[in-house]
DNA sequence: CGCCGTTTTGCAAGCGTGTGCAAAAGTTTC
DNA sequence: GAAACTTTTGCACACGCTTGCAAAACGGCG
């Protein structure tokens, strides 16, 4: 009771056995008797023992932790992203550290100066970008680097990316099904390289239809600037009859503005579509056509990635690039508007 | 280049001193000439060198890291706190262990057997509730351990709460205020003893003028919730015009609900109450008026706690108890309505 | 009982760091 | 220049664990 962590050594002495013993116990597939096995579980299970992760990381090479770096982490998406990779890694038998990346500058060098303090397993970014060098240096160090939608030219880490272009054609063709004759596109001015890739591929499949966008681009993603974006848009002499958001937040945001400020009905005179599919697009008010992050997809190949000891360095693997499916709810009409 | 870490021996090799004297130049406080600081400074800079906290945890007593056991992380409420907690954390140079409770049955215990195996400093709980003998446990263990909004009996953890009841007294007055008569409260089925002091609030304060309530409790508290009891409360013969939401999510189902079932207006047929003031309370859509949880606060009470060493043990110290203030947006009527 | 193959067990060397202690080096004072 | 301090440095041990290795114990077989 003197206020400090019980060591294999009190186990062993309780137990009356060696340390090796009680090491091998706590040892999946190591060489021990069944009875001393039981004796020693008895004496550590009596002094509440615990493994010292720190001392067996010390000796192993694995530590068993994972670092997640992520900034702004309130975000639906990424919250959501992380509870999945949580769940998923310990599931793996790994802890997760998380690293907030909230203060701009530098902050994700920072952040993987961390991990390697820690003698973490593996990094997972969800948001901004590294240093070469750093990324280097983790990646020489031995420690396993994931990028989650962070379309990035550095060689080494395993990039997950989606569809973005795609995703992109397939809003176009859904506005022009609904009848839809003026585009707009409704941007952050974050620039990370897949909202960019949204706004490329819109631009670009509305051109094959000879159509114009009107792209605006405001502050951060999020619900303000889907707000302002509202105000700018239909203020304008020929409003848009369709936005592409580049994110659900800023579709609510929008949408809240068209209804409420331009008194526009969705989806009667304005259709939208967002991306993510957060948890608040479902909800009436908003009932929001978005595209689905594959979230549970984008774990499992993290997860994979970590847990196959031998794969390839990742320079060799081409970024996995994931489908993120359209889901249908009541922001764009179905069919044509019957002019009346 | 052969991927591994790089340890204070390469270092002090390398700038041609002890290792001691590497050791010495990471240690704030620690003897070292300027000149050989500078050697190794240079050095490890060149081999890319990092201090192996997990070996530095071994020695000193502390390693750094703070558990945050969590469920449902995804939460706009509690994500928000999380994000907050690590932001701080990482200030006061202490890093974040995440911990998913997500499957139910004894997962917080479990997590609390993941922080003794990380020898963590310190454990902060915002969700589930854990058994007493390994609560015990960790405090014999010397780690500090952080109730937030568990109201539980068990001696030992800091405990910070909020007061439900009096919050509860003042959404009453607000609904009486705006000439309400018939009041009701929304909660889930969780029956978390914050929960619980809120709706016992309500009721008493809402027995000091006579005045009944209408209780509905339905699973999680979540949106979905929100919307089956906004089902059940309007369809009764007389049914409430002001509800209290235990929650902000539940709040958001709720008015939907009402709105988009029953045709209600808000505030002008039905004032609700929410409480956590999340940042969907603010949108256009729902001006959710809400009592507003103090996470600055929140934070900065727990981190105090942790850094301060030679705190008294917690069982002398009672519980902090936090006030939510009421936010006002659009929800609840400022004045009395005028029957016409 | 002796021989041989198979577990099981303890020893001891490490993993990468911090730190007390005494020796070494440097600085001041007379 | 020696004595009396102060600062810096290296040694060696400790932290709590894993694991290769060889000795010990065990079991079967002739």
């Known amino acids: 009771m003197n206020k400090s962590f019980v060591s294999a050594d009190d186990v062993a002495k309780r137990a009356g056995v060696s340390r090796s013993a009680v090491s091998r116990t706590f040892t999946p597939g190591a060489s021990v008797s069944e009875e001393t096995r039981q004796r020693v579980m008895k004496a550590a299970q009596a002094l509440g023992y615990h493994v010292n992760q720190l001392a067996r990381g010390l000796m192993r090479s694995e530590s068993g932790i994972v670092c997640l770096v992520v900034s702004e982490m309130d975000t639906p998406y990424r919250a959501g992203l992380v509870r999945a990779l949580t769940h998923e890694l310990q599931k793996a038998g790994k802890i997760s ?21 820690y003698r973490a397993d593996a990094s997972i970014l969800l948001s901004g970008l590294p240093d070469k060098a750093i990324t280097r240096l ?7 680097i994931v990028l989650i939608n962070r379309d990035d030219d550095i060689e080494g880490p ?8 795609h995703a992109a054609r397939v809003a176009v063709h859904a506005f022009l099904r609904a009848g839809c004759r003026y585009l707009a596109f409704a941007n952050s001015e974050v620039g990370t390289p897949s909202l960019m890739a949204r706004e490329r591929g819109f631009i670009a499949a509305a051109a094959e239809f000879g159509l114009a966008v009107t792209v ?12 302002k974006i509202a105000q700018t848009l239909f203020t304008e002499p020929n409003r848009p009859d369709a936005v592409f958001c580049v994110n ?9 503005g068209a209804r409420h400020d331009f008194g526009l009905r969705i989806p009667q005179d304005l259709c939208v579509v967002g991306f993510d599919d957060i948890e608040q697009s479902a909800w009436t008010s908003y009932g929001l056509t978005t ?10 190949n993290s997860i994979a990635w970590l847990g196959d000891r031998e794969a390839e360095p990742a320079s060799e693997v081409p970024p996995v690039r994931l489908h993120a499916p ?15």
């Open 138 to 144: 983790c990646l020489d160090s031995g420690q396993r």
């Open 158 to 165: 395993f990039r997950i990316n989606l569809d973005d272009g």
């Open 97 to 117: 550290m998380l690293i907030n990346t909230d203060r701009s500058d530098g902050s994700v060098d920072a952040a993987l100066r961390q991990t390697l303090h």
């Open 248 to 256: 659900d937040l800023m579709a609510f945001g929008l949408m809240d």
């Open 291 to 300: 595209f689905s992050q594959p979230v549970d997809e984008i774990v499992k």
């Open 326 to 340: 359209l889901i249908w709810r009541q922001s764009v009409r179905a069919t044509q508007r019957v002019i009346s």
């Open 216 to 227: 605006v681009r405001c502050g951060n993603t999020v619900y303000e600037s889907g707000r």
